[in-house]
């Protein structure tokens, strides 16, 4: 898209934090900032509507979810503590029953006793790779990703099954189990995964829960505080001139860091320099949207999402980002994952039945086009209701079930599960609804995960806040998203988490600023001991 002209200078809209998207991290630093009576910015919005990757719709009275659907884990989590202060939870639901069905393409029916004999394997097997973070163990030579791992034990493990059909059937659960496992963590497959890097995720206790009404109701709560003339929709991002292209920098050895750490920053405040309200003009981050609207902020924080960054961060910035940090958003993984929703007028699953394990056998599919194979990446089809269906899949089928009809996907769908149901009366869906996130010009794709070769290092170098120059105390721009939180990344509490902190980030920034009014040497360790007061108040 060609980039609209700037309006004119007198037209310029100043602001002192600008916030370019209103996902949850956006919203998260809106809503911080207004509950510490800071209401001096905006957030931009490319789309028409607020959430970002949190995307909710109705069919048969369910309110359903494209993207975001659970909150993971109770202890500690925002969300869940939104959830619950907002009567989002219904804490009186009863559990429903879950069996599960694993089917093999002729239609017969694997015994429950194997599919819990190898899902506890399965299990062991993942928890001893994500030991290897947790206890810095060294892999077996040559082993670098979570899928050759499991690869290499489930094979040691069939080794000692003498029935050849026995150990076929279980080897094709094991397949199934890890195509599961890349929709849970967002990639094509789990040899894209790192194998030193699986634990770096922190999972929190408390199971998964579901929002009733959507996991959109959340949004309700946090929004409902910023002014709506803060929040402007249909406000496309094109530019963010963030300094000036030969502005002063604190170089690296290694990098063009043009970055301070917090404690970088604290030191600069303790200096016997005077304050930067004395010494130095504020930032003046010049931001342009595609409808030519431009901004004048003092900071930046940027929400979007690390596939958005994939795509334009080289373009999106002026001056371009540092090396290291392009360089992380490169290592990175940002996969697609999809939903297929079927609808259907009637029941046809038996009524125990909650899920269908689709059991494809192993041939050599990498080779076929994707025309003709991408289907048997959908690993089940699990039950919403009696008359509503949810199949996922992840990576490169995913993208290519994008370029179908909604019509196809549930023509294929149904062809699926008369094979697997051994059943030719299953009804075709009257309705078939997929996401799209692959193709979604403002997410390019699902959620973030390790790459082969990538760390929690990458995670922080794209965080690091950016300055103008070197005597800035106040950063040029702020990164958040589910992409920036080391230990929370793919999550809805980690994108949240982010957008809280960077905005207390900046509150802090303007306390140290207030606090220093004596222009006086020696004055460091008054300086630090009244800070140190601050934060703990």
């Given at each position: 898209?060609?980039?609209?002209?700037?309006?004119?200078?007198?037209?310029?809209?100043?602001?002192?934090?600008?916030?370019?998207?209103?996902?949850?991290?956006?919203?998260?630093?809106?809503?911080?900032?207004?509950?510490?009576?800071?209401?001096?910015?905006?957030?931009?919005?490319?789309?028409?509507?607020?959430?970002?990757?949190?995307?909710?719709?109705?069919?048969?009275?369910?309110?359903?979810?494209?993207?975001?659907?659970?909150?993971?884990?109770?202890?500690?989590?925002?969300?869940?503590?939104?959830?619950?202060?907002?009567?989002?939870?219904?804490?009186?639901?009863?559990?429903?029953?879950?069996?599960?069905?694993?089917?093999?393409?002729?239609?017969?029916?694997?015994?429950?006793?194997?599919?819990?004999?190898?899902?506890?394997?399965?299990?062991?097997?993942?928890?001893?790779?994500?030991?290897?973070?947790?206890?810095?163990?060294?892999?077996?030579?040559?082993?670098?990703?979570?899928?050759?791992?499991?690869?290499?034990?489930?094979?040691?493990?069939?080794?000692?099954?003498?029935?050849?059909?026995?150990?076929?059937?279980?080897?094709?659960?094991?397949?199934?189990?890890?195509?599961?496992?890349?929709?849970?963590?967002?990639?094509?497959?789990?040899?894209?995964?790192?194998?030193?890097?699986?634990?770096?995720?922190?999972?929190?206790?408390?199971?998964?829960?579901?929002?009733?009404?959507?996991?959109?109701?959340?949004?309700?709560?946090?929004?409902?505080?910023?002014?709506?003339?803060?929040?402007?929709?249909?406000?496309?991002?094109?530019?963010?001139?963030?300094?000036?292209?030969?502005?002063?920098?604190?170089?690296?050895?290694?990098?063009?860091?043009?970055?301070?750490?917090?404690?970088?920053?604290?030191?600069?405040?303790?200096?016997?320099?005077?304050?930067?309200?004395?010494?130095?003009?504020?930032?003046?981050?010049?931001?342009?949207?595609?409808?030519?609207?431009?901004?004048?902020?003092?900071?930046?924080?940027?929400?979007?999402?690390?596939?958005?960054?994939?795509?334009?961060?080289?373009?999106?910035?002026?001056?371009?980002?540092?090396?290291?940090?392009?360089?992380?958003?490169?290592?990175?993984?940002?996969?697609?994952?999809?939903?297929?929703?079927?609808?259907?007028?009637?029941?046809?699953?038996?009524?125990?039945?909650?899920?269908?394990?689709?059991?494809?056998?192993?041939?050599?599919?990498?080779?076929?086009?994707?025309?003709?194979?991408?289907?048997?990446?959908?690993?089940?089809?699990?039950?919403?209701?009696?008359?509503?269906?949810?199949?996922?899949?992840?990576?490169?089928?995913?993208?290519?079930?994008?370029?179908?009809?909604?019509?196809?996907?549930?023509?294929?769908?149904?062809?699926?599960?008369?094979?697997?149901?051994?059943?030719?009366?299953?009804?075709?869906?009257?309705?078939?609804?997929?996401?799209?996130?692959?193709?979604?010009?403002?997410?390019?794709?699902?959620?973030?995960?390790?790459?082969?070769?990538?760390?929690?290092?990458?995670?922080?170098?794209?965080?690091?806040?950016?300055?103008?120059?070197?005597?800035?105390?106040?950063?040029?721009?702020?990164?958040?998203?589910?992409?920036?939180?080391?230990?929370?990344?793919?999550?809805?509490?980690?994108?949240?988490?982010?957008?809280?902190?960077?905005?207390?980030?900046?509150?802090?920034?303007?306390?140290?600023?207030?606090?220093?009014?004596?222009?006086?040497?020696?004055?460091?360790?008054?300086s630090s001991f009244i800070q140190g007061m601050s934060l703990q108040e």
């Amino acid at each position: 898209m060609e980039e609209a002209p700037a309006v004119k200078t007198k037209n310029d809209k100043f602001v002192k934090t600008l916030i370019i998207g209103a996902g949850i991290a956006g919203l998260s630093a809106a809503n911080h900032l207004v509950k510490n009576n800071d209401t001096n910015f905006v957030v931009l919005e490319a789309k028409d509507k607020i959430g970002g990757r949190i995307s909710s719709f109705e069919i048969q009275g369910e309110k359903l979810d494209l993207g975001a659907n659970r909150i993971h884990g109770v202890l500690g989590n925002p969300m869940y503590e939104i959830a619950m202060a907002h009567n989002l939870i219904d804490i009186v639901q009863t559990p429903k029953p879950h069996k599960v069905v694993a089917a093999l393409e002729d239609g017969k029916q694997v015994p429950f006793s194997i599919l819990q004999e190898i899902f506890e394997a399965y299990s062991c097997f993942l928890h001893r790779c994500e030991e290897y973070f947790l206890c810095q163990y060294e892999p077996p030579e040559g082993i670098n990703s979570v899928g050759e791992h499991i690869n290499l034990e489930a094979a040691l493990y069939l080794d000692k099954i003498p029935d050849e059909t026995q150990k076929h059937v279980r080897s094709l659960i094991f397949q199934c189990l890890l195509k599961r496992e890349s929709c849970i963590s967002g990639c094509d497959n789990m040899n894209d995964i790192d194998l030193l890097e699986l634990g770096s995720y922190v999972e929190l206790q408390g199971g998964n829960i579901s929002l009733p009404k959507g996991y959109s109701s959340i949004l309700n709560p946090i929004v409902k505080l910023i002014p709506p003339e803060k929040l402007l929709l249909s406000h496309e991002v094109t530019k963010v001139t963030w300094a000036d292209a030969d502005a002063d920098s604190e170089e690296s050895d290694d990098s063009s860091h043009t970055i301070v750490e917090e404690s970088s920053l604290r030191s600069r405040h303790n200096s016997d320099c005077p304050t930067e309200s004395q010494s130095t003009p504020p930032n003046r981050i010049e931001v342009v949207c595609n409808n030519g609207v431009r901004f004048i902020a003092e900071t930046v924080i940027c929400s979007l999402p690390l596939g958005v960054l994939k795509n334009c961060a080289r373009t999106l910035f002026s001056p371009p980002l540092p090396d290291y940090k392009l360089e992380a958003i490169d290592r990175l993984l940002f996969g697609t994952v999809n939903k297929i929703f079927l609808v259907y007028d009637r029941p046809f699953l038996n009524t125990d039945v909650t899920e269908v394990l689709l059991l494809w056998n192993q041939t050599n599919d990498e080779l076929k086009d994707l025309s003709s194979r991408w289907f048997k990446k959908i690993y089940s089809f699990s039950k919403v209701s009696e008359t509503l269906l949810l199949g996922w899949i992840s990576g490169i089928e995913a993208e290519y079930m994008e370029t179908l009809s909604s019509q196809e996907v549930g023509d294929t769908c149904t062809d699926i599960l008369r094979k697997f149901l051994n059943d030719p009366f299953i009804p075709k869906p009257k309705l078939c609804v997929c996401s799209q996130w692959h193709s979604d010009k403002y997410s390019q794709g699902s959620y973030t995960a390790m790459a082969v070769g990538a760390t929690q290092f990458e995670i922080e170098q794209i965080k690091e806040p950016l300055y103008s120059n070197s005597l800035q105390t106040r950063p040029a721009v702020l990164f958040v998203g589910e992409h920036t939180h080391t230990n929370f990344y793919s999550t809805v509490h980690g994108a949240y988490l982010t957008g809280r902190n960077a905005a207390q980030f900046l509150i802090d920034c303007a306390l140290i600023g207030s606090e220093i009014v004596v222009d006086c040497k020696e004055t460091a360790d008054l300086s630090s001991f009244i800070q140190g007061m601050s934060l703990q108040e």
